[in-house]
């Protein structure tokens, strides 16, 4: 009798399409991917436990992991509290607000990311088209590609629950999965993670291969 498929769900990073997976594979006898889009807050105050409860409406399986990139990594911390899977990967996250690098946590005492200019993502293809430089306009252009939220009240609040994150100590059975390069979350900051040599934090695109062969042997061995 044939052994029953383990259901891994993945959350992109903040504000991105699940594009961002199109490289990610698992061996397809053993594993089921799916692939778990943004919703639009309810509010700009919504709850971050709130929404977590709406994402976890994805799931179907009981036998399932998660997988959370960035900010994904986060919201996927939150809804394991809720919806209870088998262990919880996060990439290029952080496991608590104490991980964190200092940028950040000015960033929250001073309310400066208030001034972040959400209409660029709304409106990038009337950006690009004004763009000069070819370095910047592949850059915009992959933003177009991969950065797929762009209702107004998604960044304000993904941005104000990242910064507001209450969580202070690891969540059980949470593996860490981080870049040496990040730059966004310096491993300097970062305790008890895998460490991939030369990985950004956009390395669940360019580093795919090794995140592939990372992840095959977690869920291999832990399943």
Same mark, same amino acid.
């Given at each position: 009798?044939?052994?029953?498929?383990?259901?891994? $769900?993945?959350?992109?990073?903040?504000?991105?399409?699940?594009?961002?997976?199109?490289?990610?594979?698992?061996?397809?006898?053993?594993?089921?991917?799916?692939?778990?889009?943004?919703?639009?807050?309810?509010?700009?105050?919504?709850?971050?436990?709130?929404?977590?409860?709406?994402?976890?409406?994805?799931?179907?399986?009981?036998?399932?992991?998660?997988?959370?990139?960035?900010?994904?990594?986060?919201?996927?911390?939150?809804?394991?509290?809720?919806?209870?899977? #088998?262990?919880?990967?996060?990439?290029?996250?952080?496991?608590?607000?104490?991980?964190?690098?200092?940028?950040?946590?000015?960033?929250?005492?001073?309310?400066?990311? %208030?001034?972040?200019?959400? %209409?660029?993502?709304?409106?990038?293809?009337?950006?690009?088209?004004?763009?000069?430089?070819?370095?910047?306009?592949?850059?915009?252009?992959?933003? %177009?590609?991969?950065?797929?939220?762009?209702?107004?009240?998604?960044?304000?609040?993904?941005?104000?629950?990242? #910064?507001?994150?209450?969580?202070?100590?690891?969540?059980?059975?949470?593996?860490?999965?981080?870049?040496?390069?990040?730059?966004?979350?310096?491993?300097?900051?970062?305790?008890?993670?895998?460490?991939?040599?030369?990985?950004?934090?956009?390395?669940?695109? $360019? %580093?795919?291969?090794?995140?592939?062969?990372?992840?095959?042997?977690?869920?291999?061995?832990?399943?």
């Amino acid at each position: 009798m044939s052994k029953e498929k383990i259901h891994v $769900y993945f959350v992109p990073g903040l504000a991105a399409s699940t594009r961002i997976f199109e490289y990610i594979k698992l061996p397809e006898k053993e594993f089921k991917i799916h692939l778990i889009p943004w919703l639009v807050p309810k509010t700009k105050k919504e709850d971050l436990a709130d929404y977590a409860n709406r994402m976890c409406k994805h799931i179907t399986e009981t036998n399932f992991i998660l997988v959370g990139v960035s900010f994904g990594g986060i919201v996927v911390q939150e809804m394991s509290k809720q919806c209870k899977p #088998l262990k919880t990967i996060i990439i290029s996250s952080v496991k608590h607000h104490k991980e964190f690098p200092l940028r950040l946590k000015i960033a929250k005492t001073t309310k400066a990311y %208030k001034l972040t200019p959400v %209409k660029v993502l709304s409106n990038i293809d009337s950006f690009i088209k004004y763009m000069h430089s070819d370095f910047i306009k592949k850059r915009a252009e992959l933003y %177009k590609k991969y950065l797929s939220m762009r209702d107004d009240k998604y960044l304000p609040w993904a941005i104000h629950n990242v #910064l507001h994150w209450k969580q202070d100590s690891n969540y059980e059975n949470t593996i860490h999965i981080h870049g040496n390069k990040d730059s966004v979350f310096p491993i300097k900051n970062i305790k008890n993670c895998i460490v991939v040599d030369g990985g950004t934090h956009a390395m669940i695109i $360019y %580093k795919a291969k090794k995140i592939n062969r990372i992840l095959t042997e977690i869920l291999t061995k832990n399943p």
